[in-house]
């Protein structure tokens, strides 16, 4: 029956900035805007196939949400770093291990990164990794998680 998911949707305190943030930061197209409603919309990868919206609300309204945007596993590994602190943004993992390096969720397995957009909700740039989940390794480097790979062959 489901077969996707079509659209997500944000309140965000400034509708300018956030357009601004979402179309020449992270290059999604934007499709739709709709002033009277101070509402815009974004096509996530090919036009119609996945859609963000935007809505702007007073910020006591606001409640941080987060979602991931999929990504080429071989941009997580070798640019999404240097492509957020490029465009001023902080990237986080939760590795508590002192970098900003993406890490592995060994369950599905995937590799990602997170940043925060300019209302502070989490974003995250995710890529599923080839192989068989391992979940009882939790959330390890990209490193360890070549490590363990490598191990096992």
């Not at 601004?20 to 009277?36: A, M, R």
Request: hydrophobic share 40%; with cysteine.
């Amino acid at each position: 029956m489901i077969t996707g998911l079509y659209e997500t949707h944000l309140f965000v305190a400034n509708l300018e900035l956030s357009i601004e943030f979402y179309k020449n930061i992270l290059g999604l197209e934007q499709c739709y805007f709709e002033e009277e409603r101070r509402a815009a919309f974004f096509w996530i990868g090919e036009p119609k196939e996945s859609m963000l919206g935007l809505w702007e609300k007073p910020k006591s309204e606001i409640d941080r949400r987060h979602f991931a945007f999929k990504c080429d596993k071989n941009f997580i590994i070798n640019e999404a770093t240097a492509f957020l602190k490029e465009h001023g943004l902080n990237p986080f993992n939760f590795l508590n291990d002192g970098t900003d390096q993406p890490m592995v969720f060994a369950w599905v397995p995937a590799i990602a990164i997170y940043f925060d957009d300019p209302d502070g909700h989490h974003l995250e740039f995710i890529s599923v990794l080839d192989g068989k989940g391992k979940p009882e390794n939790g959330i390890i480097s990209y490193e360890r998680w070549l490590e363990l790979e490598t191990k096992e062959k």
